[in-house]
């Protein structure tokens, strides 16, 4: 049934580049809540190397991953099949967060599509990579991605951005910090 691999094979990658949904789940070092985010937009997601994947984080209404990754690294994805032959993909790791502030944003970002609010790019590095199954997940039938966040993050000027980000992405709903003052502002953030 499942598999566990050393690298992201071409079968993996395969299967990853055609997945139109990806979750991410993270958990705070010490009590708090686990945090699951579904992830969309194909191509907000790339396979760095062999062992090391990231992935566009884009405006939201909330900061949980990037707290939770910066609290203690530890992160999970997960492709499932939806259509095709059952499977389902796990990627665990230890995450960091990269800001328009760190270097190496510049070249990051440039590996996704054109998206307005842009937080980060979370790189994460793989220390467990398996497939299992998926036979109870069930089929469903991709249309097309909404475009309503890129269409939200387009409609704010940039105040209106620097607002939403210190009233919303500052702290998770545990409290553990998120983004700094000087990572909320989305002057030069677009992929």
């Not at 686990?34 to 994947?53: H, I, R």
């Not at 499932?80 to 190496?104: Q, S």
């Not at 609010?117 to 990579?129: A, F, K, L, Y």
């Not at 545990?174 to 677009?190: C, K, M, Q, S």
Request: aromatic share 8%; with cysteine.
């Amino acid at each position: 049934m499942g598999k566990v691999h050393e690298k992201l094979n071409d079968r993996l990658r395969a299967f990853i580049s055609k997945q139109p949904v990806y979750f991410v789940a993270t958990a705070p070092e010490h009590g708090g809540h686990v945090n699951v985010s579904p992830k969309g937009y194909a191509d907000t997601f790339a396979v760095l190397d062999d062992t090391t994947v990231a992935y566009l984080d884009l405006d939201g209404s909330g900061v949980e991953t990037i707290a939770h990754i910066r609290d203690n690294g530890r992160v999970t994805i997960m492709f499932a099949a939806f259509a095709g032959p059952p499977n389902i993909v796990r990627l665990y790791g230890r995450g960091r967060v990269v800001t328009p502030h760190d270097d190496g944003f510049d070249d990051l970002v440039k590996l996704f599509g054109p998206h307005p609010g842009v937080r980060s790019v979370i790189v994460v590095e793989c220390d467990r990579i398996s497939d299992s199954c998926g036979f109870s997940v069930p089929f469903m039938t991709y249309d097309e991605d909404r475009s309503l966040l890129d269409e939200w993050a387009q409609r704010k000027d940039v105040q209106q951005k620097r607002a939403y980000r210190a009233k919303n992405n500052r702290q998770s709903i545990d409290g553990l910090p998120g983004l700094t003052a000087d990572e909320t502002d989305p002057v030069n953030e677009h992929s």
